[in-house]
């Protein structure tokens, strides 16, 4: 691959993704003018456990993409959410799917749909906590 075909590929790839970050800019947007910044911190306690459980569940029932979740995890920390929370939002938002799990479970079997799952959710919240106390004790040092 030379390099002109690979800037033409990025650039394709970029223009095909732009609706996508597009529309997530103007979502983002709108929920952050419908939604008051009191329910975000009505929502979460600042609870390091119960903050990455919240999160992770709301991961669980939004569907998204890594390209995305930049702009989502930024939009919510600005909003003054938790690290953790938003840490376990995104991993669960990007590893599990409850909105594909009945196509998921139709290919590939509902056991290892529902295992696959529920590995995911578990794990999101294990590496929120364990990203938070890892940068804690990295800004200790």
């Known amino acids: 691959m030379t390099i002109k075909s690979a800037t033409i590929k990025s650039a394709k790839s970029l223009w095909n993704s732009f609706p996508l ?3 997530t800019i103007l979502l983002v947007s709108l929920i952050s003018t419908i939604i008051p910044k009191s329910f975000y911190s009505n929502i979460f306690s600042k609870n390091i456990v ?44 990007v590893t599990v799917g409850v909105v594909q799990l009945p196509a998921e479970s139709a290919i ?17 919240i294990l590496v929120a906590i364990m990203t938070v106390l890892t940068l804690g004790v990295l800004a200790w040092i």
């Open 50 to 93: 119960l903050d990455s459980i919240i999160g992770s569940l709301i991961g669980s029932i939004s569907a998204g993409n890594p390209i995305t979740s930049y702009i989502f995890g930024g939009e919510l920390l600005k909003q003054g959410i938790s690290l953790v929370a938003v840490t376990a939002f995104l991993v669960a938002w």
């Open 108 to 124: 590939l079997g509902k056991r290892f749909a529902f295992l696959r799952n529920f590995t995911s959710f578990i794990l999101a």
């Open 21 to 23: 970050i597009l529309g």
